[in-house]
């Protein structure tokens, strides 16, 4: 055996239905001698769960502010705090059958493999079927960390998933672990049924793969064709989707029905093909789903995004660290020494999306006013950080604009500021600004 310390991991967000995924998990995890570690990005709303499952290793994890979902993210905190020779990943409300564990770990210890799979078997219907039941050591085409196990060589082979990416990042993960020649094997006895939720559930997770489909077409440059081939339903549906309202055009303004019968022809070859498939119209529907998914992501990024947050008034090494302290919470960072409408509208388009600003005397009510007007235009965050000096040496508590702010930075326990937007502490810089941005983007947007 060239592997011996295992470990599950599994990650959430307000997903209450991991509770039975640990409870399958439990005797699989004792059995083997595995750790299960839990990163949940859910804020404390799933204690209840952590507590009634004291055997996990739960992590805490607070998302980036900007990020609408951190799932990449949390699978690479997931592995390196499990730290182990091999990892299994379970998906929450994920059942993996009684051998499941046994069987992933035995693949990759006898075997000598570095990266398998299992089957993953819906319990309800749309567009994502059965993945992966072929026979063991199949080589499977798309590998969800729904199912999956690796060592932890094969995941430093390619540093890891890709934090760029919202969705479709496991898929990525195994595109560039095929790339550095290590295929994923299919191991046919690790099962895994997955509830992929009721009709509205299935939609959203069609867009969402979709995007992450568009996402990793523009960054595999070298494999674009290849993807396209084994994903061939991005661009059918959204050429079919076009053709369907070219024919409805045609017919509205010539009132001649003949120019919808080869349309017709298609949706019937497409019917007849998928003749045994359960609920069809459902799957059409996610299909077409993701492909306007895919062709949106395609179409919405022409401008290369750029930083995430702005610091203004920071000396060159003050800034350099606080740059340092952004970038380890997830936030990328850049100082800012001309202020100007044009470059706050250019940044915003490139991405970024909270200014911090460093309180000084002489240009602070000229900058706040500026900044507060194109913050509430621009729709961006906009916090301000104070040295412990400037509070006690000027009047600025009593600063009207200081209320309108979304944050506050201070080393000081201040009541007389609203506590919702006041950060003190003796955490670095970024993750307090981070934590702040979070709780106005509950507070401002929700």
């Known amino acids: 055996m060239r592997a011996e310390s295992v470990a599950v991991v ?3 967000k307000d997903e209450a239905n991991i509770a039975e995924s640990l409870r399958l998990l439990q005797p699989m995890c004792e059995n083997v001698g595995a750790r299960c570690v839990v990163v949940d990005a859910s804020e404390g709303r799933l204690d209840y769960i952590r507590i009634e499952n004291l055997w996990v290793e739960w992590i805490d994890f607070e998302k980036p502010f900007w990020r609408s979902t951190s799932i990449p993210n949390q699978r690479n905190l997931g592995v390196r705090v499990a730290d182990c020779d091999i990892v299994a990943f ?4 994920g059942r993996p059958s009684p051998g499941w564990l046994n069987s992933l770990v035995g693949a990759l210890r006898v075997e000598g493999w570095d990266y398998v799979c299992g089957p993953i078997i819906p319990t309800s219907y749309g567009a994502l079927g059965i993945f992966n039941d072929l026979p063991t050591g199949s080589t499977a085409n798309s590998a969800p960390t729904a ?21 479709g990042s496991d898929i990525d993960f195994q595109q560039r672990l095929m790339s550095a020649g290590t295929p994923c094997f299919v191991v046919n006895e690790a099962k895994m049924e997955m509830p992929w939720g009721d009709s509205d559930v299935n939609v959203r997770r069609s867009w969402r793969w979709g995007r992450g489909a568009g996402r990793n077409f523009r960054y595999q440059s070298g494999n674009r064709i290849a993807f396209l081939r084994r994903h061939p339903m991005l661009i059918t ?25 080869p349309w017709a022809g298609l949706v019937l070859a497409w019917i007849v093909r998928h003749r045994t498939t359960l609920q069809r119209h459902l799957v059409a529907r996610d299909h077409l789903v993701q492909g306007i998914a895919f062709l949106y992501e395609i179409c919405s990024h022409p401008i290369p995004l ?40 250019v940044r915003r388009l490139r991405g970024m999306r909270l200014f911090v600003l460093l309180y000084s005397a002489e240009t602070f009510d000229i900058q ?22 400037d509070l006690k040496t000027n009047d600025v508590l009593g600063k009207e604009s200081l209320k309108r702010v979304d944050g506050i930075l201070t080393p000081l326990d201040l009541r007389e500021i609203n506590q919702e937007i006041l950060a003190v502490g003796m955490e670095s810089k970024g993750s307090l600004i981070n934590r702040l941005a979070l709780r106005a983007i509950r507070l401002r947007f929700a």
Do not use: H
């Not at 706040?368 to 000096?389: G, H, T």
């Open 10 to 12: 599994l990650i959430s």
């Open 90 to 93: 379970c998906d929450a409300g």
């Open 147 to 167: 199912n999956v196990a690796f060592t932890r060589d094969a995941f430093e082979r390619v540093s890891g998933f890709d934090e760029r990416f919202n969705y």
């Open 237 to 261: 549906w959204d050429a079919l989707m076009a053709y369907t309202l070219g024919t409805l055009a045609a017919v509205l303004s010539t009132w001649q029905i003949l120019f919808a019968l």
């Open 306 to 345: 750029g930083s995430r947050i702005g610091l203004i008034g920071y000396d060159p090494m003050a800034e350099a660290e606080i740059i340092e302290q952004c970038v380890s919470s997830g936030n990328s960072s850049e100082g800012i020494i001309w202020l100007s409408p044009l470059s706050l509208v």
């Open 368 to 389: 706040i006013r500026k900044l507060l007007f194109w913050s509430r235009v621009l729709r961006f965050l906009l916090v301000v950080d104070f040295d412990e000096s």
